[in-house]
Nanobody, 122 residues
Framework: QVQLVESGGGSVQAGGSLRLSCALS????????MAWFRQAPGKEREGVAA???????DYADSVKGRFTISQDDSKNNLYLQMNSLKPEDTAMYYC????????????????WGQGTQVTVSS
C-alpha cells in the first residue's frame, strides 16, 4: 500500500507561482511512476505532469514551460512547481502513483492523494 498526502495549494493572482508537495509513505513506490492530475468543476480529471522511475518527465501541452515536476532523492516527496499561473489552472490538484506503465491517464494510476485546491484569480 502507498499513501499520498498533498499540500501547498492556495489562492494566487494570475502570473503568480505556487509549489505543490506530495508526501509518500508505504513501501515499494521507489520504482513507481508518479504524476500530478487536476480536476476543475464539471470537467474530467486530466494529467498535468508525470515522472517515471528513471526520472523521465512528461507534461501536458497546456502547462509546458510553466510547470515543473520533480522529486527528492529518496522519492518520498513529489513536487509541482507552478509558475505564470492562469485562471484556467484553477482546479483540485491530485498526486498519484502507479507501478504500471507511466502515462497521464487517470485510470492507469492505482494510488491517489486527497487533493489540494489551487485557485487563480484574474
Amino acid at each position: 500500500q502507498v499513501q499520498l498526502v498533498e499540500s501547498g495549494g492556495g489562492s494566487v493572482q494570475a502570473g503568480g507561482s505556487l509549489r505543490l508537495s506530495c508526501a509518500l509513505s508505504g513501501s515499494g513506490y521507489d520504482s513507481y511512476c508518479m504524476a500530478w492530475f487536476r480536476q476543475a468543476p464539471g470537467k474530467e480529471r486530466e494529467g498535468v505532469a508525470a515522472i517515471d522511475n528513471d526520472r523521465t518527465r512528461d507534461y501536458a501541452d497546456s502547462v509546458k514551460g510553466r510547470f515543473t515536476i520533480s522529486q527528492d532523492d529518496s522519492k518520498n516527496n513529489l513536487y509541482l512547481q507552478m509558475n505564470s499561473l492562469k485562471p484556467e489552472d484553477t482546479a483540485m490538484y491530485y498526486c498519484a502513483a502507479t507501478p504500471w506503465v507511466c502515462t497521464m491517464v487517470a485510470s492507469d494510476f492505482q494510488y491517489w492523494g486527497q487533493g489540494t485546491q489551487v485557485t487563480v484569480s484574474s
